[in-house]
């Protein structure tokens, strides 16, 4: 269960990335909504030089080392250095998780990880995209129209084969709930077959959820968007090479 809880806010990232999904109303007047409305922009922002520091734990120092570096302005990411070997590091907010995660707006998440180039080109222009029209207050539908029309535009590309990112660093914070962190990868596939990962299954290490899942139910015109499958395969060690706490 724990696991299952890293891989729900997690998501990310990039999936941004990012499975969209929109809180029912009954849900947005809960009173007992932890996070219910974006809190000051300040609160997600991080002392850049901090910010730069954990984005590169998310992966093995020899991934992460000449990687091109992303820090959150407050009207988006910034390069804040740029790299040389196609990978791109970043730190998600709570953000990057569903849309109806009751985290959301939590301003305390701090999810580093990074892309392996394929994932750069493919799965970080809908990041960028997602963090930015959020930033300048568009709504949550707003945002789900605007990357829809984005891909009949074919301003967003392809998912493209072989993308994957680590969430390994030691000093993240996914989720308010019970164990606040833990490594793993995230591959991105464009299958609607979890079995053939062997994901899901007792005792597999593999987990699974498709992108635009819970979207769909509030807005069907999600069931046209690419297929996007995302595989976490939890590991027992940070990117430093120490051993993590048992999931």
């Known amino acids: 269960m724990k696991r299952t809880k890293i891989l729900r806010v997690s998501l990310t990232a990039l999936a941004l990335v990012a499975a969209l999904g929109v809180p029912t109303p009954a849900a947005a007047q809960n009173a007992k ?41 407050r009207h988006g990411y910034e390069t804040a250095i740029e790299g040389k070997n196609g990978w791109v590091c970043m730190v998600e907010r709570g953000w990057m998780a569903l849309f109806d995660s009751p985290e959301f707006w939590n301003p305390k998440i701090r999810g580093a990880n990074c892309l392996n180039p394929a994932a ?102 999600l069931k046209s968007f690419p297929h996007i499958a995302i595989f976490a395969v939890v590991v027992d060690k940070w990117s430093d090479g120490t051993s993590a706490p048992k999931m």
């Open 33 to 73: 909504e932890p996070y219910p409305r974006m809190a000051p922009v300040e609160q997600y922002l991080m002392d850049r030089n901090t910010e730069v520091a954990l984005a590169r734990s998310a992966a093995p120092e020899a991934v992460s080392r000449d990687a091109t570096i992303l820090v959150l302005g």
């Open 120 to 221: 750069a080109r493919s799965m970080l222009p809908l990041a960028d995209k997602r963090t930015e029209l959020l930033l300048t207050g568009h709504s949550k539908a707003e945002v789900i129209e605007a990357i829809k029309t984005a891909f009949d535009k074919k301003q967003l590309p392809a998912l493209e084969p072989g993308a994957m990112c680590y969430m390994m660093s030691k000093s993240s914070y996914l989720t308010d709930n019970g164990d606040h962190n833990g490594p793993h990868l995230m591959f991105y596939e464009p299958v609607k077959d979890d079995a053939a990962w062997g994901a899901n299954t007792p005792n597999s290490p593999v987990l699974s959820i498709n992108y635009w899942y819970l979207s769909e139910q509030a807005y069907p015109q």
